[in-house]
């Protein structure tokens, strides 16, 4: 298969699909791990869909598999058995290159630690994405400068992100996230490291400008209290969600 190729087959089928669809579905998803001569099962048949603008919190304990379970869906490791449709392309029918442009058209991602680019400031961190994505400079500006005041940082652009608290420093996560105007935001515990005050505000803000921008998301974490404010809670229980 030629490198262009899973680009063209995604485009397709992306067409072809409704925009009732899901934008996520997996079914059958198993992941294990084996270490030492011991395998655990982490995933035991994972059945998950997700409807276009829906924000969907992924509730579970530490170690029950949220993090495997998000790391599958994006397409950031295989091993998995199962089926996982992104906007109604199977996954597994993608090789390296369809995976990667799925990942850029159709995924965004927030992690518990920023992540974002040392050497760049706020502003160019979520400028980077679109550029790669083939935007122009000027509305990528545009674009970030309008997301990041959306979150209320608009006054630390040009900060880079050591000299952010770490509530602005998942904001500008935020922002680069929702760059590329996903299908699906994918965030796993995006609120895990800030204190609880904080955690409400970033993650409030996060929802309404989720939901303003009509994305759908997935959203691991451990806390109740925030599962509540998504749209639907499912619950991880024994590698299976009930
Ligand atoms: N790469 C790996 N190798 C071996 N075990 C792993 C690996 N990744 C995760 N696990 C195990 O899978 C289980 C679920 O981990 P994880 O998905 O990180 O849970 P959560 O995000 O819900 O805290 C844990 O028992 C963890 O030790
Ligand atoms: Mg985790």
Known sequence: MSEAM???VGSEAMLRTGASEAVLQTS???RSFTQGGATIHVLRGVDLAIAPSEIVALLGPSGSGKSTLLQAVGLLEGGFAGSI??????AAQLDAAGRTAMRRDRLGFVYQ???LLPDFNAIENVVLPQLIHGAERAPAEERAAELLTAL???HRLTHRPAQLSGGEQQRVAVA??????????????PTGNLDEHTADVVLAEFLRLVRGEGSAALVATHNERLAAKM???VRLHEGTIA
């Open 113 to 115: 630690f920023h992540h």
């Open 231 to 233: 749209d639907r809670v």
């Open 152 to 154: 209320g940082v608009g």
């Open 85 to 90: 449709r992104i906007g109604g392309v199977e």
């Open 28 to 30: 059958g998803l198993a």
């Open 176 to 189: 680069r996230a929702l760059a590329n105007r996903p299908a699906l935001v994918l965030a796993d515990e």
């Open 6 to 8: 899973p680009r063209t």
